[in-house]
């Protein structure tokens, strides 16, 4: 089989090293990828440090993938070589189920099949984006828009559909007041997209000097999580609420900042995912709490024609491979988002 440099997780608590991995030879419905950017996200520190139990190791990871088409199978006909191309969360699903065939692969019935630290559907382990190339089937891989640079755009394939998806579900627009969670990753493009998209915007956080930078991103207001008097100012302010926020958060006092029928979204995934809440907080005002699972592709695909439309890359530090330990180490201070230059990743 052909093999990928890559930068490996041995197993939890270990390094990372250069590693040469196997990918597959393309079949006739793959696609071979160059890759050449490939952002870190904070699921990737989650399976590296196997918070949830389960990380397939050794692993490669990276789901925020750019590159260049260097293969095609026989069967496909959407790509060609030399086509910018990326890859988010998702490179495989069952298509049988009703959520595949409603375009919802990643509510697929038999679970989708992750970019990385997964069983693909042939048994092999699947290994990420912190490598030299990928194979993945056509139908899973984007064609990024020529208005976005490919080191800009790798975020968009996994926090950018992530907070997309349900900015549009929830009908966040003209009229409409959001609140934003959280400004790293996820939340600075939560703040970007639903500025855009026309909503009165909030951000809630704790890090006062980032409201400089959402109020540039297009928020009309930061207000500190730690402040209760700020809060008590907000109190049944927001139609919708999108917690980007990788940490357990005081949910009663969020769902108070929603109006009659108010929206809570969770998107972040923290290392203990178990939350809990007063029943009272939702009667109160007939609030709902709920969460959105990252985009299928075809919301993934409206992600990439959203942002190219309205200038929308993410805000982005591009660092060298050798730099990838020190950026798990400091993602909290990342803004805002490292991404991973794959060229200078070369063997020891």
């Known amino acids: ?24 030879v393309p079949r006739d419905d793959d696609v071979r990828i160059d890759i050449r950017y490939c952002g870190i996200c904070h699921t990737d520190l989650h399976f590296g440090h196997d918070d949830w139990g389960g ?44 959520p595949c065939t409603a375009g919802e692969e990643q509510y697929c019935a038999e679970g989708f099949v992750k970019t990385y630290s997964a069983r693909d559907r042939d ?21 990024i828009p020529d208005e976005l640079p490919l080191d800009r755009a790798a975020p968009l394939l996994c926090a950018g559909v992530t907070v ?27 703040v970007r997209i639903a500025a855009v998209l026309g909503a009165e915007v909030t951000l809630l956080g704790s890090s006062p000097e980032k409201a400089e ?6 928020a009309t207001r930061f207000a500190d999580l730690r402040d209760r008097r700020q809060l008590a100012a907000l109190r049944g302010h927001f139609d ?26 969770n998107v972040g995934a923290p290392s203990d995912p178990v939350a809990s809440y007063n029943t009272f907080s939702l009667l109160d005002a007939r609030r709902v709490i ?24 993410a805000e982005i530090e591009t660092i060298p491979a050798s730099r990838v330990p020190h950026a798990w180490r400091t993602l909290a201070e990342a803004r805002y988002r490292y991404v991973i230059d794959i060229a200078t990743l070369t063997a020891p």
Not at 128 to 141: A, K, L, N, Q, T
Not at 246 to 263: E, I, Q
């Open 290 to 313: 709920t969460g959105s699972s990252i985009g299928s592709v075809r919301e993934t695909r409206e992600t990439l024609d959203f942002c190219a439309a309205h200038g929308i890359g």
């Open 123 to 143: 048994g092999t382990v699947t290994q990420g984006g912190y490598s030299r190339s990928i194979v993945v089937p056509e139908h899973f891989v984007l064609r």
């Open 213 to 218: 930078d959402a109020h540039r991103l297009g």
């Open 240 to 265: 919708l609420l999108l917690n980007t926020v990788p940490a357990p958060l005081d949910m009663d006092l969020c769902l108070g900042l929603l109006g009659l029928g108010g929206t809570l979204v």
């Open 55 to 98: 990380t397939l190791f050794p692993l490669v990871p990276g789901h925020e993938i750019t590159g260049v088409v260097a293969e095609v199978g026989a069967a496909v006909t959407s790509l060609a070589p030399g086509d910018r191309v990326g890859v988010g969360c998702m490179v495989g699903s069952c298509g049988k189920c009703g």
């Open 164 to 190: 997309h998806s349900p900015l549009r579900r929830w009908q966040a627009g003209p009229g409409s007041r959001v609140g934003v969670l959280g400004m790293g990753g996820l939340g600075h493009l939560g």
């Open 1 to 24: 089989m052909p093999s990928s440099l890559a930068l490996t997780l041995p197993a939890k608590g270990a390094p990372f090293t250069v590693t040469a991995i196997e990918r597959r």
